[in-house]
């Protein structure tokens, strides 16, 4: 045989031998994704949310619902975040498909096309207006040119302020409206670099636990109904799995009927929330805002009731925050709510 006929024969040998490797590792690799695909695999779906009690019942329906052996499939694990505009960029940009949101910031996503919708409310009430003890300070008008911390003009604490100095004839242009990160709150008033502050807790409850801080107004008082974080997930999320999209309503449902039925519950929720997987705070601060008073933040009632929302379109229309009325179909869908069943908490 010729030295040209036998390179021939070995090129030949070799590309047969290329070929059937990769025709094997296609095959391969097809099981490995339908493996991947296997409805019995599980799942992970992260849930962004901030350290505040507005998100108690996402700690709890994450721990709930991966103590439950009897449901395997997913896990809903907690993303803790630190402000606002970090947990509305990783949503837009599918870093997380789920998270605690303002409502009307999801409004504003509404208008500008993001495909992202609201499927349960995480709370009421919640809110707090603090000034300092040993001030002169009893009511709004006596803030006239002060300096009011508030942590985002899309937060519904930013509403409640422009409520409450309403109620005296005032706006916020008769105030110092400062954006600032809830937790530098309790500081900024100890160190006198502002004259009160409007937030979620547990960021009221901090300072006057500390014994330097009293409530102004709090939302249990002038407005129970009061919402601000709302369960808020991808469109793409809601079309692709349904089913664990429901999964993660059922357990926030539960998690805030539970969290209302006994003062234990409450006890257990502070001690789950304040460890170093949900947000690795003081649990005796936790505590203080469960006790002081028992309804300083509830969670029973969670239905998302149309009206309540478009209360909070218009308070958002008049401050600013929004450019133009948002219909409720356009960033609700209330089917999940609708068709819950509150899972049974185990903790």
């Known amino acids: 045989m010729s030295p040209t006929r036998r390179i021939l024969l070995g090129a030949s040998a070799w590309t047969a031998g290329i070929t059937a490797l990769h ?5 391969n690799w097809a099981a490995l994704r339908d493996g991947f695909r296997s409805p019995d695999r599980l799942e992970t779906l992260e849930v962004g949310g901030l350290p505040v009690t507005c998100n ?13 052996r009897t449901l395997r ?3 809903f694990v907690y993303r803790r975040f630190n402000g606002w505009p970090e947990i509305k960029e990783s949503l837009i940009s599918d870093k997380i498909k789920a998270a605690y949101m303002l409502a009307p910031l999801v409004m504003d996503l509404a208008t500008k096309n993001v495909a992202v919708k609201t499927v349960s409310i995480g709370h009421r009430s919640g809110a707090v207006i603090m000034v300092r003890r040993d001030s002169t300070y009893r009511k709004f008008r006596d803030l006239a040119g002060k300096r009011v911390a508030i942590p985002s003009r899309f937060a519904v604490d930013f509403l409640f302020l422009r409520k409450m100095l309403a109620k005296e004839g005032m706006t916020d242009k008769d105030v110092k409206v400062l954006e600032m990160a809830p937790p530098d709150m309790p500081a900024a008033l100890y160190a006198r670099a502002v004259d009160a502050y409007c937030t979620g807790e547990p960021f009221g409850a901090l300072a006057q636990r500390a014994g330097y801080a009293v409530p102004l107004r709090m939302t249990r008082d002038e407005w129970p109904s009061y919402i601000c974080c709302v369960l808020t997930v991808r469109q793409e999320l809601i079309d692709e799995n349904p ?10 449902q539960g998690a805030g009927s539970w969290l209302d039925a006994a003062r234990p519950h409450r006890a257990r929720a502070a001690e789950i929330a304040a460890g170093q997987r949900f947000f690795n705070q003081d649990p005796a ?33 008049q401050a600013g925050t929004l450019s133009r009325p948002v219909r409720f179909e356009s960033y609700i869908d209330d089917r999940f709510v609708k068709a819950a069943v509150p899972a049974p908490i185990a903790l």
Request: aromatic letters at 6%.
């Open 285 to 317: 601060v936790i505590q203080y805002v469960m006790d002081n008073p028992a309804d300083r933040v509830t969670y029973g009632d969670m239905r998302m009731i149309q009206d309540e929302f478009d209360d909070l379109m218009e308070l958002s229309l």
């Open 56 to 68: 108690l019942t996402l700690p709890i329906a994450c721990m709930a619902r991966n103590l439950n």
């Open 73 to 75: 499939r997913a896990n």
């Open 23 to 27: 025709s094997t590792l296609n095959v």
């Open 243 to 252: 089913q664990l999209v429901q999964d993660l309503v059922n357990y926030v």
